[in-house]
C-alpha cells in the first residue's frame, strides 16, 4: 500500500455502534469494509459464509433488525445503531439448537454445510414473516440461497416442518 492509501485508509474512519448477537460492539470502520467481512475477520463470527461476494448466493445472510440482509453488499457503518443476528446468535444461550436448526438435521437438509448458516437465517425469515403457506410459496421466498450439493428437498422440509410446529403454538399459552 502507498503512503497515500495508507494516510486515506487511517484517515476516513467512522465510529460505529452496533449490536451482534446481544453484544453490544463499538468500533471505527472504514466506510468501504462490508459487513461480512467485519463479523469474519473483524469479530471472528466466521459462521457467515463468504459465497459469491456479489450479493447472489446468499452464503452471507444475516438479519439485521429483524430483516434478512446479504451482509456481503451491506457497508458495515450502515448498521450503526443497529442489531444483528447471525447463525451464531440462533442457538440459545446454553447451546441448544433453534427448532429449525434440529430441522435441518433431522431433514438432512446439509451436505457440505458451506449454505447451511445462510439457508438457516433465510429459513428464520421466511416462517416469521409468514411466507412459508405452502412449498411453492418457501421455494420463492428461499430462492435467493443457492445450495451446490443440491439438498433443495430436505431445506424445503426443515422449513416446511419447523413453520407447521411454530404456527401449532400460535395461540398456546
Known amino acids: 500500500m502507498g503512503s497515500s492509501e495508507a494516510t486515506l485508509s487511517s484517515a476516513i474512519r467512522t465510529e460505529t455502534t452496533f ?15 462490508s459487513l461480512l467481512d467485519v463479523l469474519r475477520e473483524r469479530l471472528g463470527l466466521t459462521g457467515t459464509k463468504k459465497g ?21 453488499l451491506t457497508p458495515a457503518v450502515q448498521v450503526n445503531g443497529q442489531a444483528v443476528t447471525t447463525i451464531e446468535g440462533v442457538a440459545a444461550p446454553d447451546g441448544t439448537l433453534h427448532p429449525l436448526q434440529e430441522a435441518f438435521i433431522d431433514n438432512d437438509a446439509l451436505q457440505c454445510g458451506y449454505c447451511t448458516p445462510g439457508q438457516v437465517m433465510s429459513g428464520l425469515a421466511c416462517i416469521a414473516e409468514g411466507h412459508a403457506g405452502d412449498d411453492d410459496e418457501i421455494r420463492e421466498y428461499l430462492s435467493g440461497n443457492l445450495c451446490r450439493c443440491g439438498a433443495y428437498a430436505g431445506i424445503l422440509a426443515a422449513v416446511r416442518e419447523t413453520a407447521r410446529r411454530t404456527d401449532s403454538r400460535v395461540g398456546e399459552g
Open 19 to 33: 449490536t451482534v448477537n446481544g453484544r453490544r460492539v463499538q468500533m471505527e470502520l472504514d466506510p468501504r469494509e
Open 52 to 72: 459469491c461476494d456479489h450479493g447472489q448466493c446468499g452464503a452471507c445472510t444475516v438479519h439485521l433488525d429483524g430483516r434478512r440482509i446479504v451482509s456481503c
